[in-house]
């Protein structure tokens, strides 16, 4: 049975009831239906959660530039505070890391790990001014979050405002500028388009409309959610955990100036629960989701997929403090592989039944 063959129902005053329409519906109708799975994820999730990011960057560079201004303990914790923040709607993005953040090489711009601190250091080393078209000149890991991480923390928030230079200002103030309009130009590709192109929210929110080409079925759009699903699972169990903790090589775990390598894996799962429940944490469900679309045709499953979100977040929650100590640690040994196995079961519930059901 496929996606458009399902038959939903929506209530008037934002309830959602999913239920069999009558045999005298047209197509038009049910056309209409299924594709608000695919428009209700590119506004309630995708075009929120980068307005969030693209508000939250204005703010981080904000703040680096009143620790340059006003160096001191106060101005120092804004700034790291603000990169904290700015972080979450990053990783609460990383389950769609489709469209323009994937065509115009947004995401290793953004987030490229490990850092290589040799090249970090002589950047701050040269003579060159480092203004904001220097640094997004620069290689993916000379730049983005973790090089900014690298400038306000130090090693395991070691940093303190003595230890800031004038290049070293320089260098933050360049990177936080192009953080900002990086994050910028990738929500205003949704939302607006940028380079004279469509936005990116019509490309998916019209998935099924004749003349569509990048996503000619509603199927097409319900796929690229689901593999943006799938693909974060795969990283967050078997990258982003596996790799330093198989290796015991702290220098490999993301995050890990700032100490903040769980909360981003926690923050991945996330993402991937705002795909599947259709909203944004707090914000109310208004739309059709693929939770309801699930339900819809296997409620247990739904049940199941629901459980084994909260008890991948649970794992996480578990292992101890702080991840590049922890990966070394015998001790710490059964909750991080634990979490893994938590990560690597919801990855196939979604690879086998979710898609079983989603895209039969």
């Not at 399902?6 to 009831?17: D, E, N, Q």
């Not at 109708?29 to 299924?34: A, P, Q, V, Y």
């Not at 120092?76 to 090489?105: I, M």
Request: charged share 25%.
């Amino acid at each position: 049975m496929s996606l458009r063959s399902l038959k939903f129902s929506l209530l008037v005053g934002g309830a959602l009831v999913l239920g069999a329409c009558g045999d005298d519906d047209d197509g038009g109708d049910l056309e209409s239906l299924d594709q608000q799975l695919v428009i209700n994820f590119a506004d309630a999730v995708v075009v929120p959660t980068y307005n969030q990011l693209a508000t939250r960057m204005v703010e981080l560079d904000a703040a680096a530039r009143a620790l340059k201004n006003t160096p001191g303990a106060a101005t120092l914790k804004a700034a790291q505070d603000a990169w904290f923040a700015a972080r979450v709607p990053w990783e609460q993005s990383e389950a769609f890391l489709f469209g323009p953040v994937d065509s115009y090489g947004w995401d290793p711009a953004l987030d490229s790990w490990p850092v290589n601190r040799t090249d970090l250091d002589a950047v701050l080393g040269n003579s060159d001014t480092l203004s904001q078209t220097y640094v997004s000149n620069l290689q993916e890991t000379q730049k983005g979050y973790h090089t900014t991480e690298y400038l306000l923390f130090g090693e395991g928030v070691t940093k303190k405002p003595e230890d800031f230079n004038a290049r070293q200002f320089e260098y933050l103030l360049a990177l936080t500028a192009e953080l900002k309009a990086v994050s910028g130009n990738l929500a205003a590709s949704w939302t607006t388009g940028v380079d004279g192109k469509a936005p990116y929210r019509d490309t998916l929110a019209k998935a099924g409309e004749a003349g569509n080409t990048v996503y000619p079925t509603v199927e097409d759009g319900a796929q690229e959610m689901l593999g943006g699903i799938l693909v974060i699972l795969d990283e967050v169990a078997n990258g982003k955990i596996a790799d330093p903790y198989d290796a015991k090589d702290e220098n490999l775990v993301e995050s890990q100036f700032a100490l903040n390598s769980l909360s981003d894996f926690t923050n991945n799962m996330h993402s991937v629960e705002n795909v599947y429940l259709g909203h944004m944490p707090g914000v109310a469900a208004k739309g059709l989701s693929m939770s309801d679309v699930v339900k819809a045709r296997d409620s247990a499953l739904d049940m199941r997929v629901k459980a084994e979100l909260a008890a991948a977040i649970t794992a996480l929650g578990k292992v101890p403090e702080p991840f590049p100590k922890s990966i070394k640690d015998p001790a710490s040994a059964d909750e991080i592989e634990g979490a893994q196995e938590a990560i690597r079961k919801l990855h196939d519930t979604f690879q086998v039944d979710v898609k079983a059901v989603i895209l039969p």
